[in-house]
């Protein structure tokens, strides 16, 4: 009589390794450490009063009543719901089973309801959620457009240190363009040249002569800086009024859309270029997941070697790919002059471009999700404004650095584990 050893066959064992899961304890820490950061300033800083938040304006088509809630029983409703995502999110941690998206995204709302509730307890002031959006909105386009250039570029294998000089020098040539020609267009069309222009000196020292990427990208970033520092002084403030007052573009609203409550003045009453944010990110996400360039972008930023194996041109789709990038970064820049200001100040990206930079690494290297991040950053740029509208007792300086301090906290914690492409700056030596 003999026995058999039953044996697990190769397509179980493959199947398993298919389906192995690294899951990261990061973001439940994180989700952790900020609950109790929210329940600790409640706890040593309560407010008494209510709460009002404006769901519309005078004038709309369907207004929404506004809403009064009690501020310290809503920030604490918010935040017990924060403390319970946090424990799913543990759980799935014990569990080796990743974060959903959802999760962090219905914390950071919960999060910042919370914020707001307890910073306008007691004001005279409401909030207003249409403008709290609008302007989050409009406040994320540099940021958005950078993101998508830096996507495409380290898609490539190129990293893209030198956001910030493409959109300070696309900012600067929409404010000369617009203000010679008295054409918003026009200046749009500058600032996309401007920005590949430093994306061809950025490919000519990355792609053809193998200099280091992340000095390349920051010597740039100097460069920029100071020549328009300098032509600022020298140049725009003695020819202000002829050089330096830009035409910008009106906001323009789009029928039936924009009458929608709350988010329809937010989203479809804003001016050109927004509109042209919203067309870009699907874009370049088809653009990347659905082409035979994008698939030929993508094998060049993983294995360049074996795209030039079976025929790719790995120099030409870099230069392509950061060209292109180059000119996207560029239409950013040239939010600042034509639509957020009607001239240009010197360094007045205000390091935008590194945002933008880590909406890239948060986005995990895909143009939606590096669009979300950026809108995040949007919002945590413009409760600045709308904090001070309510008189809320926080310090001018926090909220100054607020944009970077959730930059750093989205980076570390948020984003999980990610991985970049294999061969993001590493330059390509052909053999």
């Known amino acids: 009589m003999s026995t058999a050893t039953a044996t697990p066959s190769s397509a179980s064992v493959s199947a398993d390794l298919r389906h192995v899961t690294v899951v990261s304890r990061k973001s439940a820490l994180v989700l952790t450490v900020v609950t109790a950061l929210m329940a600790l300033l409640l706890l040593l800083s309560p407010r008494e009063g209510d709460v009002q938040f404006r769901l ?237 360039w994008g698939l030929r972008l993508r094998a060049v930023g993983e294995h360049p070697k074996a795209a030039d194996t079976v025929g790719i041109k790995v120099q030409r789709t870099r230069y392509r790919a950061v060209l292109i990038a180059g000119g996207i970064v560029g239409v950013g820049g040239a939010f600042y002059t034509v639509v957020a200001v009607s001239s240009f100040g010197k360094e007045m990206t205000a390091g935008a471009g590194f945002i933008a930079l880590a909406a890239v690494i948060f986005g995990k290297w895909d143009p939606l999700r590096a669009a979300l991040a950026a809108l995040l950053f949007g919002f945590a740029s413009n409760l600045d404004d709308m904090l001070s509208l309510v008189g809320a007792p926080v310090p001018s300086q926090f909220m100054l650095m607020l944009p970077y301090v959730v930059t750093l906290f989205a980076v570390a914690g948020l984003v999980g584990r990610s991985r970049a492409p294999a061969a993001d700056g590493v330059p390509y030596i052909k053999e």
Do not use: H
């Open 56 to 292: 519309g304006a005078e004038g709309d088509a369907l207004r929404l009543p506004d809403v009064a809630l009690p501020g310290m029983a809503t920030a604490w409703t918010c935040v017990a719901l924060a403390a319970l995502l946090a424990g799913v999110a543990w759980l799935r941690v014990r569990a080796e089973r990743r974060l959903p998206v959802l999760v962090p995204i219905l914390f950071a709302v919960l999060l910042l309801v919370a914020f707001l509730s307890w910073a306008g307890a007691g004001s005279p002031q409401d909030f207003p959620v249409v403008r709290l959006i609008g302007g989050a909105v409009l406040l994320s386009v540099p940021i958005l457009f950078g993101a998508l250039g830096g996507v495409i570029g380290e898609r490539a294998g190129v990293v893209n240190i030198a956001i910030e000089a493409q959109l300070l020098l696309g900012a600067f040539a929409a404010a000369i363009t617009a203000s010679l020609t008295d054409s918003p267009v026009a200046g749009l069309v500058a600032a996309v040249l401007a920005g590949m222009a430093v994306a061809l000196v950025l490919g000519l020292f990355t792609i053809t002569y193998k200099v280091d990427q992340v000095i390349v990208g920051v010597v740039l970033n100097v460069l920029v800086i100071g020549l328009t520092s300098f032509f600022y002084s020298e140049v725009l403030v003695p020819s202000a009024e002829r050089l330096n007052d830009t035409e910008r573009f009106s906001r323009v609203a789009i029928p039936v859309l924009s009458e929608i409550p709350i988010v329809g003045p937010a989203l479809f009453q804003q001016s050109v270029l927004v509109y042209l944010a919203y067309v870009t990110v699907p874009a370049v996400w088809f653009a990347l997941y659905r082409t035979r």
